[in-house]
């Protein structure tokens, strides 16, 4: 049986979740990111140039911005969002 933790000194990917009418929501599985950009898979497809309010859960910490949504790549059936962050806050 495998374990969803991460080993001793592995590090986790991040959690990218959504602010929607007041409430959080985890809607990204997300593939690689960095302080800029998060390239992440989702059910759902946001408007290129769509702005998202966005909180990162990353190694501990949380920090809250906003995202635009830059572009879609890859295969209808494995689209990969890419975010660009901005205006970071540290929640």
């Given at each position: 049986?495998?374990?969803?933790?991460?080993?001793?000194?592995?590090?986790?990917?991040?959690r990218?979740?959504?602010?929607?009418?007041?409430?959080?929501?985890?809607?990204?599985?997300?593939?690689?990111?960095?302080?800029?950009?998060?390239?992440?898979?989702?059910?759902?497809?946001?408007?290129?140039?769509?702005?998202?309010?966005?909180?990162?859960?990353?190694?501990?910490?949380?920090?809250?911005?906003?995202?635009r949504?830059?572009?879609?790549?890859?295969?209808?059936?494995?689209?990969?969002?890419?975010?660009?962050?901005?205006?970071?806050?540290?929640?």
């Amino acid at each position: 049986m495998g374990s969803s933790r991460p080993a001793v000194g592995e590090v986790s990917a991040p959690r990218v979740l959504v602010l929607d009418n007041g409430a959080w929501h985890d809607v990204f599985e997300v593939l690689d990111a960095t302080d800029q950009l998060v390239r992440a898979r989702s059910p759902y497809l946001f408007e290129i140039g769509e702005t998202l309010n966005v909180r990162i859960e990353r190694n501990g910490s949380v920090t809250e911005a906003s995202a635009r949504v830059r572009a879609h790549t890859g295969p209808d059936d494995a689209r990969v969002t890419e975010l660009e962050l901005t205006a970071k806050d540290r929640a």
